[in-house]
């Protein structure tokens, strides 16, 4: 089966604590991306890479981290300089930097206390 | 900038009974346009995207879209609402001119069905 997977589903940290989100894509696309989600709001933007090995920051990257060491995976760290953590994060894949379709994984939700 | 406005952010239909949810675009440029359905703690699933070819799109699981540039309005419909459509409904434009492929997401419609 091709697809995204995000693991693990549900996570729970205390405050102060790093934590790292797994992202993996098993569609041979080079572009992936890490939005966050929170009620009432749409997706917004954290970090995106269109090849392997490099990636950018997109509208909210403060207080997140990720790297980008092999094509079907990119795990996105989320530090404890941000100030609200607690969501719903959601990776994605593009076939390529040209390919605007963006294909979703399942989604981790993300609890500190 | 390119940006997208969901008119409504809850809609409620009876099982059977068509569905509108509707979008408004804001786009310099000839927009390309998706609708993605999400049901609870799960992914986006594309529904059907509008590219500047046929005004009206048809997309999965019966849903259309209708591209009207002179209302600046792509809203999503259905004739007859099933259970399995209840879900958080996204209209999403695709942003221009920012070295890569960037979507803006409007802020969801949930939509309730009820028996």
């Known amino acids: 089966d091709g697809g995204i997977t995000q693991s693990p589903k549900y996570l729970f940290r205390k405050e102060g604590q790093n934590v790292t989100l797994s992202c993996e894509q098993n569609?041979?696309?080079?572009?992936m991306y890490w939005y966050r989600q929170d009620p009432g709001q749409g997706l917004r933007l954290i970090y995106y890479?269109?090849?392997?090995?490099?990636?950018q920051k997109g509208d909210i990257a403060e207080g997140y981290s990720v790297s980008r060491e092999k094509k079907e995976s990119f795990p996105l760290t989320v530090t404890s300089a941000q100030k609200n953590p607690t969501a719903f994060y959601l990776c994605?894949?593009?076939?390529?930097?040209?390919?605007?379709?963006?294909?979703f994984g399942p989604g981790t939700r993300l609890t500190v206390t | 900038a390119q940006s997208v406005t969901q008119l409504d952010s809850h809609v409620s239909v009876s099982e059977g009974t068509p569905v509108l949810l509707r979008c408004n675009y804001s786009s310099s440029y000839s927009p390309s346009l998706f609708w993605y359905v999400q049901h609870p703690n799960k992914g986006l699933q594309l529904l059907l995207k509008?590219?500047?070819?046929?005004?009206l799109v048809k997309g999965i699981n019966g849903f259309e879209a209708e591209f009207k540039k002179s209302e600046t309005s792509f809203h999503l419909t259905k004739p007859s609402a099933h259970m399995s459509d209840a879900a958080e409904y996204f209209c999403v434009v695709r942003a221009m001119n920012t070295g890569f492929q960037k979507l803006v997401f409007g802020t969801g419609t949930r939509l309730l069905v009820s028996p």
């Open positions: 569609l041979n696309h080079d572009a």
């Open positions: 890479s269109q090849i392997v090995n490099d990636f």
């Open positions: 994605a894949s593009g076939r390529d930097k040209n390919s605007y379709e963006q294909y």
């Open positions: 509008y590219t500047s070819a046929a005004t």
